[in-house]
Nanobody
Framework: QVQLAESGGGLVQAGGSLRLSCAAS????????MGWYRQAPGKQRELVAV???????NYADSVKGRFTISRDNAKNTVYLQMNSLKPEDTAVYRC??????????????WGQGTQVTVSS
């Protein structure tokens, strides 16, 4: 099985920064993509950012220009640098991994979630 270890959440004032990390381990043949989702109370889960095996990235419109997703392939780790944080960024952030467990089989894995709280 695949395990995802998340860290970096916390409490920060508006305008501040946080860096989330997600390290993947376990039965990973290759990685298709890694990304971050978030869900705030009373709201649906949304994609925040994703990075593919080819290095291409995609961001939610609400975070473009403020958040940066990156990866360290040697460590199977994805990072989310969050700058200029706003109260509306407050949510539980979960790491997602889409990986091949073989040449043919895809597996979707999720982290436990880390709380990000931005105060005004």
């Amino acid at each position: 099985q695949v395990q995802l270890a998340e860290s970096g959440g916390g409490l920060v004032q508006a305008g501040g920064s946080l860096r989330l990390s997600c390290a993947a381990s376990g039965s990973i043949f290759s990685i298709n993509s890694m990304g971050w989702y978030r869900q705030a109370p009373g709201k649906q889960r949304e994609l925040v950012a994703v990075i593919t095996s080819g290095g291409s990235t995609n961001y939610a419109d609400s975070v473009k220009g403020r958040f940066t997703i990156s990866r360290d392939n040697a460590k199977n780790t994805v990072y989310l640098q969050m700058n200029s944080l706003k109260p509306e960024d407050t949510a539980v952030y979960r790491c997602n991994l889409v990986s091949y467990t073989s040449s043919y089989d895809l597996k979707y894995s999720w982290g436990q979630g880390t709380q990000v709280t931005v105060s005004s």
